[in-house]
Structure formats: C-alpha cells, structure tokens
C-alpha cells in the first residue's frame, strides 16, 4: 500500500488525535496496533509492527554477524550508541477505536508539542508521519524544490 496525503489535527488535552482511517489501514493490523517511531526533531511516524520488526531484525542481524566476525573491534561506543538509539526508538501501541492514538509520554517531547496544538500527519509511502506544523513548513520548504529530480530518480 502507497500511504499518501496531508491532514490537520489538534492534539486533545490528553495527547490523543484521531488519525484517517486511510491512512489507519496502511499501518495497523487488525488489533489496531501500530509502531511509534521517533524520526527527527519534530516528527514521529507510524508503522505496520511486522514491516517495522522485519526491518529491525535484518537490521539487528547484520550487526550481530559483524560483532562475531570481529569487524566492530574498536566500535563498541558506536555498539552502545546504536543500542541506546534502538532501545529508545519505538514502542509499540494499541490505537483507541481503531483510529485514535495516544501518542506515548517520551514521544510528545520529542514531537515538540502541546495539548490543543495542531499537528500535520502526512502519508509518506510506506509509513505515516506525524509532523510539529512548524517542522513541517520547514521540511516542505528544503525539499520541495529537489521533488522533480527525486522523482525522476526514484522513478527511472
């Protein structure tokens, strides 16, 4: 599924939005459960739990092979980096009637918001990311004068 769109929605006095329920359908399975990932300053995004496990297993499984071929030798703050950045990523959660997710305490800091303030959430692929408004603006103005090349690129 190709996960596309923008909506706006204000984050409740309890740190709950209601997402569309397209894009709903594009990252949570029947149980409504979903992963929330920290992306960068001012963004989290939303993932199906088995893509996101798939990818974080490879992931993990490369690393594993490297540490016991010894080719991490004099990494280990790199190791111990990479662990801290993994284990403090993600968590997984249960969306509320299947469509209403309360965003997780850590991730609301790292989101950049407030309760009764608005948030852009944005379809982006493969994935749904949800956007501080500002960091959003500021996003859409670096990149979208490279969209034309990218596509291009990403299209050939």
Do not use: Y
């Amino acid at each position: 599924m190709f996960i596309s769109g923008e909506v706006r929605r204000i984050v409740d006095e309890r740190f709950r939005l209601t997402l569309p329920p397209d894009f709903v359908e594009g990252v949570a399975d029947d149980e409504g459960t979903v992963i929330v990932a920290k992306e960068q300053a001012g963004c989290i995004s939303l993932w199906r739990s088995d893509e996101w496990q798939k990818r974080l297993d490879s992931g993990v499984s490369l690393l594993r092979q490297k540490i016991d071929s010894g080719r991490m030798e004099g990494r280990w703050g790199d190791v111990q980096r990479l662990g801290r950045l993994l284990s403090t990523r993600h968590q997984q959660v249960t969306l509320a009637k299947r469509s209403r997710l309360l965003i997780p305490e850590g991730f609301r800091q790292f989101l950049g918001v407030e309760s009764g303030q608005e948030v852009v959430i944005v379809g982006a692929a493969v994935c749904v990311e949800i956007w501080h408004t500002e960091r959003w603006l500021d996003v859409l103005k670096s990149e979208m004068p490279e969209f034309g090349d990218l596509f291009k690129t990403l299209t050939e």
